[in-house]
């Protein structure tokens, strides 16, 4: 049971708290394997990783270091890459673990039509000049905000979006 006491013997009220915490032996992070990629060379994505050896394994620095991957990923139009994590027990070290990160890269995505919706006074070669996007060009998570972006500061449009059609916003 959680409880928070409240002493207000003084002028500011106080909580009390609790923590209530299992020891284990502390796991360190003996080797990090990185695999599957191709498209960056292994030393560029170690870069991206926050863990280091010798450091306390952290499921925090993992879950950084998946996003760091994948956002390497996505502004070179790899936005399906994922990263699977496993972690297995370093036989040469007691408490040790080797951290594993998978790469699956997925295929480079190019934007295909470009379909402009709600336009009725303005002529579409407005919002084409204020589009950093070209059909064709390589699918970069940065350039479709950087279009969002000028194309509210035009001031012509109330709200400006842009998402993939087929079912996906």
């Not at 890269?105 to 996007?133: D, N």
Request: include cysteine; proline fraction near 8%.
């Amino acid at each position: 049971t959680r409880r928070v006491l409240l002493d207000e013997n003084g002028t500011i009220p106080r909580a009390s708290i609790a923590i209530s915490v299992q020891e284990g032996p502390r796991t360190l992070v003996e080797k990090i394997n990185i695999s599957g990629c191709t498209v960056f060379p292994g030393e560029d994505l170690r870069r991206s990783v926050t863990l280091v050896p010798g450091e306390p394994y952290n499921p925090e620095k993992i879950r950084n270091t998946v996003e760091k991957i994948k956002k390497k990923y996505a502004s070179e139009g790899y936005i399906n890459a994922q990263v699977l994590t496993s972690r297995s027990p370093d036989p040469d070290t007691p408490n040790g673990v080797i951290v594993q990160l998978q790469v699956d890269e997925g295929s480079r995505v190019h934007f295909g039509k470009i379909i402009m919706r709600g336009t009725r006074r303005t002529r579409p070669l407005v919002i084409q000049r204020a589009l950093t996007i070209r059909p064709g060009d390589v699918y970069i998570p940065e350039k479709i905000e950087e279009s969002r972006h000028n194309l509210r500061n035009t001031g012509l449009f109330q709200r400006a979006s842009i998402y993939p059609v087929g079912g996906q916003r």
